[in-house]
T-cell receptor, first 109, second 111 residues
Framework: KNEVEQSPQNLTAQEGEFITINCSYS?????LHWLQQHPGGGIVSLFM???GKKKHGRLIATINIQEKHSSLHITASHPRDSAVYIC???????????FGTGTRLQVTL | DSGVTQTPKHLITATGQRVTLRCSPR?????VYWYQQSLDQGLQFLIQ???????AKGNILERFSAQQFPDLHSELNLSSLELGDSALYFC??????????FGPGTRLTVL
């Protein structure tokens, strides 16, 4: 079993829909990261969380440390949000990251 | 633009060869991480350097090695290349916060 599990693996949404991507982990962590990887391959860090909730524009990330679960929400989704979203955990050992397998999101008009 | 640069962008080589991938971190960042992204394994941590010293090792093969130089750039050396080494190789740098900034990656194809 992977230490970091994401669901769903693939997600198709229509423009304007509210999207939720889930991440569960089985190890103790010091922080959880949400990353975005566009079709060109580049990876962008969206959020780093150790507790609670963070918001940036239309993106919201939450984490529940007791339940070892995090969610990434996208409000009013847009085709430019189409990308792979990756959850990664920092176990505190040199801040190296362990990654989930990613959620491929396609937003259509 | 993350401020992290990687060269080359693409590399095509043959089995058995050796290649060097280069990474320049963001100005002032002392930590450099190397990650491999392959189709079957996803993203995996390879190795971390901090201010010239190796800090952590992950799933890095013995055929692979890395170093960080006094100017803080880092190189990842891959030798005796096999078909299965074909992947995207990312480096990331980290400063005083825990956010990692990823470079654009080097796509390695081993034929």
């Amino acid at each position: 079993k992977n230490e970091v599990e994401q669901s769903p693996q693939n997600l198709t949404a229509q423009e304007g829909e509210f999207i939720t991507i889930n991440c569960s982990y089985s190890v103790g962590i010091s922080a959880l990261h949400w990353l975005q990887q566009h079709p060109g391959g580049g990876i962008v860090s969206l959020f780093m969380l150790s507790s609670g909730k963070k918001k940036h524009g239309r993106l919201i990330a939450t984490i529940n440390i007791q339940e070892k679960h995090s969610s990434l929400h996208i409000t009013a989704s847009h085709p430019r949000d189409s990308a792979v979203y990756i959850c990664a955990v920092d176990t505190g050992t040199a801040s190296k990251l362990t990654f989930g397998t990613g959620t491929r999101l396609q937003v259509t008009l | 633009d993350s401020g992290v640069t990687q060269t080359p962008k693409h590399l095509i080589t043959a089995t058995g060869q050796r290649v060097t991938l280069r990474c320049s971190p963001r100005s002032g960042d002392l930590s450099v991480y190397w990650y491999q992204q392959s189709l079957d394994q996803g993203l995996q941590f390879l190795i971390q350097y901090y201010n010239g010293e190796e800090r952590a090792k992950g799933n890095i093969l013995e055929r692979f090695s890395a170093q960080q130089f006094p100017d803080l750039h880092s190189e990842l050396n891959l030798s005796s290349l096999e078909l299965g080494d074909s992947a995207l190789y990312f480096c990331a740098s980290r400063g005083s916060t825990d956010t990692q900034y990823f470079g654009p990656g080097t796509r390695l194809t081993v034929l």
